[in-house]
């Protein structure tokens, strides 16, 4: 059997990843894709119990280096549940954020070394790489104007100011020079934004 297909989407908060990965996986479900939407950190039971440590606005620190370890936690436990086996199986995963996250998060946002990043994506998921990473690209100020406008609660990244979220964007689009990662311009309305993700699936696996 085939292995299915490793889709991420990535980009700053506000970029349009959840709602464009919810329209993403109702179309190749018509297609009779079987496939997967999940998340990171997260994803799994207790995936979801470390995105809820890692999120919470607690008043204990929380170290650079202390939180690269819980999102690789997260998802050593994400990859070997769900995301491997689904993909033995022949199903697809669309995930929302992956190992790029941390890249653009932990080591451009947080300044954590990229030798220590690489080292811990080798160690937890050396044989699992996306096939395909769409980024959903906005000017911070755009993203962050979104995300307020929908906000509930307030998580420990959204607390981060501008400085923080340029820093973030900036190794995004470096990363978004990778064979892999197509950047889509995600200030565009909704619907041209999910056709632009829908055409990038579809140019590289049609039916
Ligand atoms: N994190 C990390 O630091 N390191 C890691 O390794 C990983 C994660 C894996 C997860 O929080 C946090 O974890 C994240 C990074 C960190 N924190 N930040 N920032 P999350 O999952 O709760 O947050 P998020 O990933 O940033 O999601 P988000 O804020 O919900 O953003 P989004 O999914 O990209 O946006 P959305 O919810 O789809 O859209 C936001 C609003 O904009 C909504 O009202 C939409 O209707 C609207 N929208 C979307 N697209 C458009 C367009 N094109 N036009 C107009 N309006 C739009």
């Not at 299915?4 to 349009?16: C, P, V």
């Not at 996306?130 to 420990?156: E, I, K, Q, Y």
């Amino acid at each position: 059997m085939a292995r299915g297909r490793f889709i991420t989407l990535e980009g700053i908060e506000g970029a349009g990843k959840s709602t464009v990965a919810a329209q993403l996986c109702e179309r190749l479900r018509s297609r009779g894709v079987a496939v997967h939407a999940t998340r990171e950190p997260g994803g799994t039971p207790l995936a979801e119990r470390i995105r809820a440590l890692v999120l919470d606005r607690g008043d204990e620190s929380i170290a650079p280096e202390a939180e690269v370890l819980l999102m690789f936690a997260a998802r050593r436990l994400h990859v070997d549940n769900l995301i491997r086996p689904a993909l033995e199986r022949g199903e697809w995963v669309l995930c929302d954020r992956f190992t790029d996250a941390t890249r653009a998060y932990q080591g451009a946002g947080r300044g954590v070394a990229s030798g220590l990043i690489e080292s811990l994506a080798q160690a937890v998921h050396a044989d699992v790489e996306p096939d395909l990473t769409l980024f959903l690209d906005v000017p911070v100020a755009l993203g962050l104007s979104r995300a307020a406008a929908r906000r509930g609660t307030t998580d420990r990244f959204e607390t981060e100011g501008h400085a923080f979220f340029e820093r973030v964007r900036s190794r995004y689009l470096e990363i978004a020079r990778e064979t892999r990662v197509v950047r889509i311009d995600a200030t565009e309305p909704l619907a041209a934004v999910v056709s632009a993700a829908i055409a990038a699936v579809e140019s590289r696996w049609p039916t």
